[in-house]
């Protein structure tokens, strides 16, 4: 308003201009404090993600703990079985007596014998085992060619200035404690010196993660077979580096194996080439978008990945804000709890079909209106364009609601990463993802990995080498 109209304005209007005034400077101030407040939460919260970023010491720290935390240890039930001790050893090798002392220690008097009671120990041996082949030689009458001989336990046929060597087992242990524990080189050769008095340099600790890589493949060329043709797989990835340059590893897990590939890229085309573009199984995976081109296949979106979004935008969304991300919270809790009556045999196949038609038809209720906050309208069109992927796993039995078998699997390889940092070469990144493919699925297979890189290296050729899968498996 013009000084000229104020002028001409009567007393009421005045006083009413004033008043408006007043209120609306209320209301100003009032939303001035409440985004001073919102910047403050925000600011906090950006400082926080910082700290974390940088910080080396506890990564895995959530914040303080918990007023009433549960009691440590699990707990003793179906899935992890009852608490129980040390069975006594089928075998025993040695055996030594414990006599009771002259004199009683507290007040030196005489002891009467009662009984004997015996008591169990498995060591770890400390004196490594020497051996010495004597290879025989020869020559052969009709094609002249040489011919040696070849032990069980050899791992190589070398002779010569390479005729020392690591045995089977010991090369087995070391890429265990490397590619499944994550100890480095340096560490591995510490250990061996340490513990089992046997020389093992951080160069011959690499030599034999490549040599076992090597009598590997054809193991890990039967994982990608089983992959490829499992009706079910999560894949996932992580970055990964090789030569200092960034790659990824990728993970693909089923029933029974799990398939590491680290490659310089992130897309579709990797996924293509372990699964084949035409995959028409199911896929249970993250957001990452390449995963949509598989057109034929049937997708689970996990479940773990919305909730956590979810909560991120609760964190900071003020007002009406909160009530859409809320509302998506409750909708996905209410699906694992059907997934979980199903599970349970309390719902008949035609009240779970009815259950998950009415879920399904509330998702859509949610998904209809566009979303006057930003934040809220992305969730709801990541939710719009994955309508039919959200409840795949309460339609098709055996499908997980989570990603978490492939962020279980590519866990340990995390941790790794944050011991040495990666790979430096291609060789050793195949190394790397060859031996973890192997170890990984042999725990899924309830198998030793220990004794099958074992029986692999000490493989005289590829008709003795052991199976991971029926051949008939495999097609």
Same mark, same amino acid.
């Given at each position: ?26 209301? /100003?101030?009032?939303? /001035? ?19 974390? #970023? &940088? ?19 699990? &707990? ?27 004199? !009683?220690?507290? !007040? ?68 265990? /404690? ?28 690499? $030599? ?58 992130? #897309? ?7 699964? #084949? ?32 979004? !979810? ?37 008949? $196949? ?57 962020? $279980? ?32 699925? !042999? ?33």
């Amino acid at each position: 308003m013009t000084e000229d109209a104020l002028e001409h304005l009567s007393r009421e209007e005045m006083l009413d201009l004033l008043r408006k005034l007043l209120r609306e400077n209320a209301s /100003l101030k009032e939303e /001035l404090g409440r985004l001073r407040q919102e910047n403050k939460k925000l600011r906090e919260l950006v400082e926080e993600v910082h700290r974390q #970023g &940088k910080r080396q010491a506890a990564p895995f720290s959530k914040g303080p703990p918990k007023p009433d935390p549960q009691k440590c240890g699990r &707990k003793p039930d179906a899935e992890y079985g009852m608490k129980t001790y040390r069975a006594p050893p089928a075998q025993i090798d040695e055996v030594y007596e414990a006599p009771l002392p002259g004199r !009683c220690p507290e !007040c030196n008097g005489q002891i009467d014998f009662v009984q004997v009671r015996p008591q169990f120990q498995v060591e770890v041996p400390r004196k490594p085992i020497h051996r010495q082949f004597n290879v025989a030689v020869g020559h052969c009458r009709s094609c002249h060619k040489r011919i040696q001989g070849r032990h069980p336990l050899q791992t190589s046929d070398a002779l010569g200035a390479a005729a020392s060597q690591i045995g089977p087992e010991a090369q087995a242990l070391a890429v265990l /404690l490397n590619k499944d524990m994550g100890l480095s080189h340096g560490k591995i050769s510490r250990l061996f010196r340490g513990a089992f008095a046997i020389s093992l340099s951080r160069g011959g600790s690499a $030599q034999v993660m490549l040599r076992a890589a090597e009598r590997s493949s054809e193991a890990y060329l039967s994982i990608l077979v089983m992959v490829h043709k499992s009706p079910v797989v999560y894949p996932d990835e992580t970055g990964w580096k090789v030569a200092g340059l960034l790659h990824w590893l990728w993970t693909f897990v089923t029933a029974n194996a799990t398939a590491f590939v680290i490659r310089a890229s992130r #897309g579709f085309d990797v996924a293509e080439d372990v699964l #084949g573009a035409d995959y028409a199984g199911t896929l249970g995976h993250d957001g990452w978008l390449p995963y949509d081109q598989f057109a034929a296949a049937r997708h689970q979106q996990c479940l773990g990945h919305l909730f956590r979004r !979810c909560s991120h935008m609760l964190e900071v969304a003020t007002r009406g804000a909160v009530r859409f991300p809320r509302q998506v919270k409750t909708l996905l809790k209410s699906a694992l709890a059907l997934r979980d009556r199903r599970d349970e045999g309390e719902i008949s $196949q035609h009240g779970l079909a009815v259950a998950v038609g009415r879920m399904q038809s509330r998702l859509d209720g949610l998904l209809a209106s566009t979303r006057s906050n930003a934040v809220n309208e992305r969730l709801a069109k990541h939710l719009r364009n994955h309508r039919d992927q959200i409840l795949t796993f309460l339609r098709k039995p055996g499908v997980e609601a989570t990603n978490w078998p492939a962020e $279980q699997s590519i866990r340990p390889a995390v941790v790794n990463r944050k011991v040495w940092g990666g790979s430096r070469t291609d060789r050793g990144a195949l190394a790397q993802a060859t031996l973890m493919s192997v170890l990984r699925t !042999c725990v899924q297979q309830g198998r030793d990995g220990l004794d099958f890189l074992t029986r692999t290296l000490r493989a005289s050729s590829s008709r003795n080498l052991p199976q991971l899968f029926p051949i008939n498996a495999l097609g």
